[in-house]
Every structure is written in structure tokens, then in C-alpha cells.
């Protein structure tokens, strides 16, 4: 699977983590044991239910591979809007 580290104005941060999990072929337990949270904690994570702090998504990261600060480039700040020329 390919996966971008170009930006998208739109995608939002549960995506963000089930996209890093189908790049790594990891399920949600597969990577709560790889970062130390459980199934059920990843699976609020992906359903927008609850919200990682800053060190789980470095954690995810490196468990699926994925460049340093990839969450940051993804994910658009809640109530951003790009600018309108």
C-alpha cells in the first residue's frame, strides 16, 4: 500500500490512524500491544470517540513506520480553514 505524506485539507484524524494501521497490515490489537494501549483504546482512537495524546501518535508512528511528524502533516487543526483567494 502506498500512503502519501502530502497534506489533504480534509482528512481528519480517525482517519489518519486506521490509515497508518491498513499502511502497516496491523489490527487494532496488533498495534495497541505494539504501543502499549488497548484494542479497545485504538478502536475509540478510529472511531473518533476519544482523541491520543501527542506521544501515542509519535508512538504510532514508529510502530507502523510511518516518518516522523506524519500526523502532523496529515491532520487539519480542528477549525482551520485554508485561506480563500
Known sequence: MR?????SPTIELPECIWRAMRFAEMNYS???DAIGASRDTISRWVGGRSVP????LAAI???TGLPDGWFDRMVRPEGFEPPAY
Request: hydrophobic share 35%; proline share 0%.
Open 61 to 63: 508512528e514508529r510502530a
Open 53 to 56: 495524546k501527542a506521544r501515542d
Open 30 to 32: 496488533e498495534l495497541g
Open 3 to 7: 500512503i502519501t505524506t502530502e497534506a
